[in-house]
């Protein structure tokens, strides 16, 4: 099921990404290329505007009665500057020479047909016998332009401006084949990329989802079994209305036992469940570890004198160290807890204290049982035992050192379990000062 879930999922999130980032790729190979395509025809346009402005300049004159010679042209049509393919009434080309400043060149192999729909439009772009050619259109006033046909000086109608682009097109096309070979290689890396992020991404999401659902399970089996005591105990009373409470009082205890366990369990669960919010912080404060140490620690040294255990405390602090001193305490009680319940009479318990460097160290020894290396693996996990029977003997639920590893991160700190010889486990903290 949570392989489903995290296939599903890792689709769903790639073709969001994927669709995203070709919609972003799309946009920007576009508007570069916009920006591109509108100022490399910027010179070329420069160039047809200064022409079409000197026809007008001329036909005005004109219309102010200078006449034909004043301005500027009509006797000699030389005197045009630029390329200028001339129409008469009829839309029909005239053919004529443009002057490029070197040589006459015939202006024959750029056969057009005036459209006069193009009056008023701006410039365009077209393409003639393998040539590009940058063109506008422009109309004069009758008989102010004069072009040498094949039966002499005709009047013109009709001309189209225009520039040679044919390097700027062929630049231009060479420019879109490497835009879109960029972005297409930049997409599909995107691609790959988005894959990969989708899969990382999910990591999280899945092991938080398996670890809920895990605390969801494991807290429902270990709910269950004391509610089932507890309501087996009381159908049990219900069957015998008439007993006293001396010949039931080993159901009220075990029912009261089980009732403390669950008490004990919810306050642990609820504690775990702050754990990934930012519903508990931890308050630091100057302390003086020996004394902090030696009043938390004194109920543990009295209850090793009772069961037959060695309960030593051994702190070498010559200093203040700041500390969340409610959370070092339920650090101090869970580790204390433990190693009284997995250690038996005769056994020594060592808590020992030390600065080393800008490190705080508080090491837990015990001459117990010990804890196996698999174990050792999973010795964190929420709700994991090693011993379930002892542990339920002892009243253990398996999320105290759970509890333990979240103080210790909350304080930026390290702890870790490891043997102690000839016997025994040792659970060293390691807090920043």
């Known amino acids: 099921m949570t392989k489903l879930i995290n296939r599903k999922q890792q689709v769903d999130n790639f073709a969001t990404l994927a669709l995203g980032l070709m919609v972003i790729f799309t946009f920007l190979a576009g508007v570069i290329f916009w920006i591109y395509t509108s100022t490399i025809y910027d010179n070329s346009d420069r160039v047809i505007n200064q022409y079409v402005s000197y026809y007008q300049q001329a036909t005005d004159k004109v219309n102010n009665g200078m006449g034909k010679d004043s301005a500027g042209f009509g006797r000699d049509p030389e005197v045009f500057r630029g390329n200028v393919l001339y129409f008469d009434d009829a839309g029909k080309q005239i053919e004529n020479q443009v002057n490029t400043g070197t040589k006459n060149v015939l202006t024959r192999k750029f056969k057009l047909t005036f459209n006069q729909s193009d009056l008023g439009e701006g410039p365009q772009t077209i393409r003639k016998n393998e040539t590009y050619l940058r063109i506008q259109a422009v109309k004069f006033k009758k008989g102010t332009v004069l072009a ?171 200093k203040k160290v700041s500390i969340d001193r409610k959370r070092i305490h339920q650090l101090l009680v869970l580790l204390m807890d433990n190693a009284l319940k997995y250690s038996e009479e005769g056994d020594k318990i060592n808590v020992s204290a030390s600065v080393n460097k800008k490190w705080l160290q508080i090491e837990v020894a015990d001459t117990g049982r010990g804890i196996s290396d698999e174990a050792k693996k999973h010795i964190f996990d929420r709700f994991y035992r090693e011993d379930k029977t002892g542990n339920r003997k002892t009243g253990g639920t398996g999320l105290g050192l759970s509890i333990a590893e979240w103080i210790v991160s909350a304080h930026n700190g390290k702890i870790s379990v490891s043997d102690n010889h000839p016997k025994g486990t040792i659970f060293k903290v390691s807090l920043p000062i």
Request: avoid cysteine; hydrophobic fraction near 40%; charge should be negative.
């Open 148 to 318: 040498p046909g094949e039966n002499g000086l005709q009047s013109a109608a009709y001309g189209y401006v225009f520039v040679d682009v044919t390097d700027t097109v062929v630049n231009l096309k060479k420019f879109q084949d490497v835009l879109i070979w960029s972005f297409l290689s930049a997409f599909i890396f995107a691609l790959f990329f988005a894959f990969y992020i989708a899969r990382q991404s999910m990591k999280p999401v899945i092991r938080a989802w398996q670890q809920q659902q895990d605390f969801v399970n494991n807290a429902a089996h270990e709910l269950r079994t004391p509610m089932t005591v507890i309501q087996g105990k009381l159908e049990n009373l219900l069957t015998r209305p008439t007993s006293t409470i001396r010949e039931e009082s080993d159901a009220v205890i075990l029912s009261l036992s089980e009732i403390r366990r669950l008490n004990s369990l919810t306050n642990n669960m609820l504690t775990l469940a702050k754990t990934g919010s930012n519903m508990t912080k931890v308050e630091k404060e100057k302390t003086d570890v020996k004394s902090f140490l030696g009043s938390a620690l004194s109920p543990y040294i009295e209850m090793g004198e009772i069961s037959g255990k060695d309960v030593t405390v051994d702190v070498n602090v010559d």
